[in-house]
């Protein structure tokens, strides 16, 4: 009996103990490893995080251990606004990467205060500090995200702790990178920005010129307008506190609500002159002025007011002014007014973009790359189809200037303004004439394909280009067989049907990547650039065969067979081979088809 109790109470023992490993394995927070090759490592899956309950890093470590610390929600790194600070632990081990210094990269600009501990093996704990609260010179390289340089030694795993505390959204997102890796992302990343910000100023700068010329208001306005949202987003990916005050922190918080309210009161102000407020529609115009006088107040108390504050009232006044332009542009639109039209689809693009990213700054989407840079895609979208709109804007009042003096001048002298109408539609005419034969220059006016001009100016550039490059270039000439007859006995229209129907043919047979020309009257060149001999001989069979098989169904129930004769130059041998050369084979290759009995295809030689 007390032998079976005690085998009872063995196993019982046993049972609490494979229970308390697997317990303490579950608590264990996972470590990931750096092998070799790896050059990029988020640690969004073995992150750990609790809510600052006024610890210290020692405590906070030993309570990292025991598991007191729980996985991310959802992997997500974004956590919205919250009022407390936030703790986020991970452990780093270098299983055999040859890279043993690596920067661990906060991919979120807007944290103030940012205090990374290192423990290392042997206990030691090393503190590092950054955060936008905090002089830009402590980061471990000058960049806008906050960033610390680690050693990670193969077989000396660090635990990381990082304390993060900020009136912005709190958003973490941990990246280690090799010094290679993270050279490749700062090129990329700044030339990306460089890019948006490069269409901005364009767009300011071309607007100011214009203002300076024609006078015209809306162009200083939307001109502020992209200042203002420009200087928005400077400030909200870091660029303003890395570059314009990287030793006044306080700027960096100051910033964010001063240059909101400055981009939504240029928005408003150029909202309400663009769409003529004032004169269609003065119920709106009154209701933009309220607004105006808000968003004016704000910019003058954001500087008074917490960060977290003026941002959230900020953000909260962003509403009834979108939704007040919004509004204003449907009724002017609805009244007639088409240049709301453009206006309404620019904002669709920058509200898009926006509402993405105050989605993620809530914590409620994921920050990836599409929606940490959709503001900056939907208002470089908003500030191009703007600046379309002022285009647009200002020929429709300049068509309405001058009809109103065309009105004016009708009731001076009748005669001289039908004259002049009579000149400004014949200017007109001539100038839509003149648009037409431009955009259909290069264009045969029978068949539709290119037309020999064109094929002179592309032929040798086409041809250079594929030497250049090592690869094969062909040419066809191709002539119809006896087609004078066609012409003699069907007539003339009869004629012209077919050599549409021929050229669709062959521009069919060869592609979209070929260039069919009309070379005159019923001959045609294609280029055929990057297809060799090969090629070109199956593509010219493909083309004799199939006009021989069409069937040409005339009126008068006669069915017209027609027949060509294509000639062949290729240069596949790398060789530099001037265009009259490769022309006058093709050529002697048309002609010995023709001469050897017509309908059929001869590859020309090169000349010994």
């Not at 309570?63 to 992997?75: K, T, Y």
């Not at 979208?381 to 009042?397: D, K, T, V």
């Not at 062909?474 to 004078?484: I, M, V």
């Amino acid at each position: 009996m007390v032998q079976a109790l005690l085998r009872l109470l063995i196993r019982a023992g046993l049972l609490l103990g494979l229970l308390a490993c697997a317990s303490w394995a579950a608590a264990t927070p996972p470590v990931l490893d750096l092998t070799a090759g790896q050059t990029r490592a988020p640690l969004n899956a073995v992150t750990r995080y609790a809510v600052d309950s006024g610890d210290d890093a020692a405590a906070m470590f030993a309570r990292a251990e025991a598991g007191g610390f729980q996985p991310l929600p959802a992997d997500s790194t974004a956590f919205g606004f919250v009022d407390q600070a936030h703790w986020f632990y991970a452990r780093v081990a270098n299983a055999n990467h040859a890279d043993t210094r690596w920067l661990l990269v906060l991919e979120y600009a807007l944290l103030d205060y940012v205090d990374l501990y290192v423990r290392q093996a042997d206990g030691s704990i090393q503190h590092l500090q950054s955060g936008d609260r905090r002089p830009f010179t402590l980061r471990g390289v000058a960049y806008r995200h906050p960033n610390f340089w680690l050693q990670i030694q193969p077989g000396q795993p660090l635990e990381l702790l990082l304390r993060v505390q900020s009136e912005s959204s709190m958003q973490v997102p941990l990246v280690l990178y090799t010094p290679g890796a993270f050279i490749e992302l700062a090129r990329d990343a700044q030339l990306g920005m460089g890019v948006y910000y490069g269409i901005l100023l364009a767009l300011l700068f071309y607007n100011l010129i214009l203002f300076f010329s024609l006078r015209d208001r809306s162009h200083f306005l939307y001109s502020l307008h992209v200042l203002g949202f420009g200087l928005v987003l400077f400030c909200l990916n870091g660029l303003a506190f890395e570059y314009f005050w990287p030793q006044r922190t306080w700027l960096a918080n100051a910033a964010v609500p001063l240059s909101m309210a400055f981009a939504m009161l240029a928005m408003l102000l150029f909202a309400r002159d663009f769409l003529e407020l004032p004169r269609r529609a003065p119920l709106a115009n009154r209701l933009l002025l309220g607004l105006i006088g808000v968003h004016a107040l704000m910019l003058l108390a954001s500087p008074l007011l917490g960060y977290r504050s003026a941002v959230m009232t900020g953000t909260a006044l962003v509403f009834p002014g979108v939704l007040g332009v919004i509004a204003a542009a449907f009724l002017v639109a609805r009244r007639g007014f088409r240049p709301a039209l453009l206006f309404l689809f620019a904002w669709a693009m920058l509200l898009g973009g926006t509402a993405v990213y105050a989605l993620v700054s809530f914590g409620l989407l994921p920050k990836t790359f599409a929606t940490e840079y959709g503001m900056q895609v939907g208002s470089a979208a908003e500030m191009i189809f703007l600046s379309f709109a002022l285009a647009y804007r200002w020929a429709a009042l300049r068509r309405e200037n001058e009809r109103i003096a065309q009105e004016a001048a009708e009731q001076l002298e009748q005669r001289v303004e039908e004259r002049t109408r009579e000149l400004s539609s014949a200017l007109e005419q001539l100038g839509e004439a003149h648009a037409r034969l431009r955009e259909h220059s290069a264009r045969d006016g029978l068949t539709g394909v290119f037309n020999r001009r064109h094929f002179e100016q592309n032929f040798a550039p086409l041809l250079a280009q594929c030497q250049a490059t090592q690869r094969p270039f062909s040419l066809l000439l191709a002539d119809l067989d006896h087609f004078k007859r066609v012409n003699d006995e069907h007539g003339h229209l009869t004629g012209d049907d077919c050599l549409r129907a021929i050229a669709a043919t062959l521009q069919h047979c060869a592609g979209e990547a070929a260039c069919v020309a009309r070379f005159g009257g019923e001959e045609f060149a294609v280029l055929l650039p990057g297809v060799d001999e090969l090629g070109a001989r199956r593509t010219a069979e493909a083309i004799r065969q199939r006009i021989a098989a069409q069937v040409f169904a005339l009126e008068d129930g006669t069915r017209l067979h027609l027949t060509v004769s294509i000639g062949i130059a290729s240069d596949s041998t790398g060789a530099v081979t001037e265009p009259a050369a490769l022309l006058r084979r093709a050529d002697d290759a048309l002609y010995e088809a023709k001469r050897n009995g017509r309908n059929r295809v001869v590859q020309g030689t090169a000349a010994a």
